[in-house]
């Protein structure tokens, strides 16, 4: 049963403390997602990969956010510094574009992130 | 810009049919999705619309029309364990290719 796999599943740490989330994408699929989700302002993306090329990350801000793909099995993102208003879930999806147009994007269990 | 506007909440009983509409403005246009998200979980993918009319899949199907800018999801026979949150999304042909732009969900409530 493939699956988006993110770790870790909760995080607290302190306002100023860099913070690390991976993901493990889907075996096969070479487009990846990291979106956060709050209650305000619901699911939003921050960043998107294809084939491991960062193709947008302008819903992400850059002075203290940054996201990579080591290699096709591994992404990362990381806060540095991180800031309260930070917390959120941070949602990893993958998917594939060969799968006709419908590229459906499969979601992981998600980061709990709490910075206080 | 890129607006998509659903309902915040809603309340069915169980058995009934539910519509859930989506209205949605964007630069471009290449697909319809619609997410459903339990509680503390993970958005699950329930269906997707690219071409105007109904899709059915078993208990929920999805309707659009690319003219008006609207869809909507409709539950029958609806469950208590139907009680979620509702993501419609829009893949949006321009600007980054396969990006999808969520509404803020609908939450839906279904009681005995």
Redesign the interface.
């Known amino acids: 049963d493939a699956r988006v796999t993110q770790t870790p599943r909760h995080k607290v740490t302190e306002m100023g403390q860099e913070v690390t989330m991976r993901c493990q994408p889907i075996l096969g699929h070479n487009t990846v997602f990291w979106y956060r989700q709050t209650m305000m302002q619901g699911l939003e993306l921050l960043a998107y990969f294809r084939n491991r090329a960062p193709l947008d990350d302008s819903g992400m801000p850059k002075d203290r956010f940054s996201a990579e793909m080591p290699d096709a099995t591994l992404a990362t993102l990381k806060i540095q510094p991180s800031e309260p208003r930070d917390s959120a879930v941070y949602f990893c999806a993958s998917g594939d574009p060969g799968q006709g147009n419908t590229d459906t994007q499969y979601f992981g269990p998600g980061t709990r992130l709490t910075v206080l | 810009g890129q607006n998509i506007d659903q309902p915040t909440e809603m309340t069915a009983t169980e058995g009934a049919i539910v519509q859930i509409n989506c209205t949605y403005q964007t630069s471009g246009f290449?697909?319809l999705?619609w997410y459903q998200q339990h509680a503390g979980?993970?958005?699950?993918?329930l269906s997707?619309n690219?071409l105007d009319g109904l899709e059915e899949k078993g208990r929920f199907s999805s309707f659009l029309s690319r003219s008006k800018g609207y869809s909507y999801l409709l539950l029958k026979e609806l469950q208590m364990k139907d009680s979620a949150s509702y993501?419609c999304a829009v893949?949006d042909s321009q600007?980054?290719?396969?990006?999808?732009?969520?509404?803020?969900?609908t939450k839906l409530s279904v009681k005995p």
């Open positions: 290449n697909g999705f979980e993970a958005p699950t993918f997707y690219v993501l893949r600007g980054s290719q396969g990006n999808l732009i969520f509404g803020k969900g």
